[in-house]
């Protein structure tokens, strides 16, 4: 099975900035799409920024654009979230997840292996 890692959630103040990591196990090649999902528990998962394989276009919610960046760094095949002006709502537990093909898409049918999770908290 196919392992992602997530690090990097934490607890910061409305305004401040966190950064997410992701990193693939080896049986993911570099070529795959990547993506960043979010989920409030008892709500549905929420689609929060993707990138695809190259590491060259980048989609994002309507929520963080402006706010979050996504990259991934092809040699180590990582992913990044760049998370600023953080805002309460911006605070559910995040998800890496990889995409079917190249990518970027936003719809969770199109990626088929997932991370635990890691938990953002943003106090105001």
């Known amino acids: 099975q196919v392992q992602l890692e997530e690090s990097g959630g934490g607890l910061v103040q409305t305004g401040g900035s966190l950064r997410l990591s992701c990193a693939p196990d080896?049986?993911?090649?570099?070529?795959?799409?990547l993506g960043w999902f979010r989920q409030v528990r008892g709500k549905e998962r929420e689609f929060v920024a993707a990138?695809?394989?190259?590491?060259?276009?980048?989609i994002y919610a309507g929520a963080v654009k402006g706010r979050f960046t996504i990259s991934k760094d092809t040699a180590k095949n990582t992913m990044s979230l760049q998370m600023d002006s953080l805002k309460p709502e911006d605070a559910p537990a995040y998800y890496c997840?990889?995409?079917?093909?190249?990518?970027?898409?936003?719809?969770?049918?199109?990626?088929?292996?997932w991370g635990q999770g890691t938990q953002v908290t943003v106090s105001s």
């Open positions: 080896g049986r993911t090649s570099s070529t795959r799409g």
């Open positions: 997840a990889r995409e079917m093909n190249a990518g970027p898409v936003l719809a969770d049918r199109k990626y088929d292996a």
């Open positions: 990138i695809n394989g190259s590491g060259t276009f980048a």
